[in-house]
C-alpha cells in the first residue's frame, strides 16, 4: 500500500508556474506507476499526465502537452508536476494517484485504474 499526498497548489496569475509534488507518507512510490488528474467545480475528474514505474514513459492530456511535465525520484519518493505557461482552465483541485505497476513501463491514463489517492492541492489560476 501507498498513501500519496499532494502539495504546492496554490494562486497564480495567467501565464505563472507552479510545481505540485505527490509524496509517499506511507509505503515506497517504486513499485507504482503514478498519475496526476485534476476536477474542476462541476466537472469530473480529468486527467493531466501520468509516469512509468521506470520512471522513462510519460504522457499528457493534449490541453496541458507541452506546458506541464512530470518527474518521479524515487529516492525521494516523490512525483512532480511543473506546470508552466498557466491558464485560468487550469484551475482545479489536483490530485495524484498510484496504481501498483505491474511493468515497469507502463502507464494509466483512466481514473478506474488507479488504487490509492491523495487528497488534493488547489490550484487557481487568476486573469
Known amino acids: 500500500q501507498v498513501q500519496p499526498v499532494e502539495s504546492g497548489g496554490g494562486l497564480v496569475q495567467t501565464g505563472g508556474s507552479l510545481r505540485l509534488s505527490c509524496a509517499a507518507s506511507?509505503?515506497?512510490?517504486?513499485?507504482?506507476?503514478v498519475g496526476w488528474f485534476r476536477q474542476a467545480p462541476g466537472k469530473g475528474r480529468e486527467f493531466v499526465a501520468a509516469?512509468?514505474?521506470?520512471?522513462?514513459?510519460?504522457t499528457y492530456a493534449d490541453s496541458v502537452r507541452g506546458r506541464f511535465t512530470i518527474s518521479r525520484d524515487d529516492s525521494e519518493n516523490t512525483v512532480w508536476l511543473q506546470m508552466n505557461s498557466l491558464k485560468t482552465g487550469d484551475t482545479a483541485v489536483y490530485y495524484c494517484?498510484?496504481?501498483?505497476?505491474?511493468?515497469?513501463?507502463?502507464?494509466?491514463?483512466?481514473?478506474?485504474?488507479?488504487?490509492?489517492w491523495g487528497q488534493g492541492t488547489q490550484v487557481t489560476v487568476s486573469s
Open positions: 509516469i512509468s514505474r521506470a520512471g522513462n514513459v510519460a
Open positions: 506511507r509505503g515506497a512510490f517504486g513499485d507504482f506507476a
Open positions: 494517484g498510484a496504481r501498483l505497476g505491474p511493468g515497469y513501463t507502463e502507464y494509466f491514463i483512466t481514473y478506474s485504474d488507479y488504487d490509492y
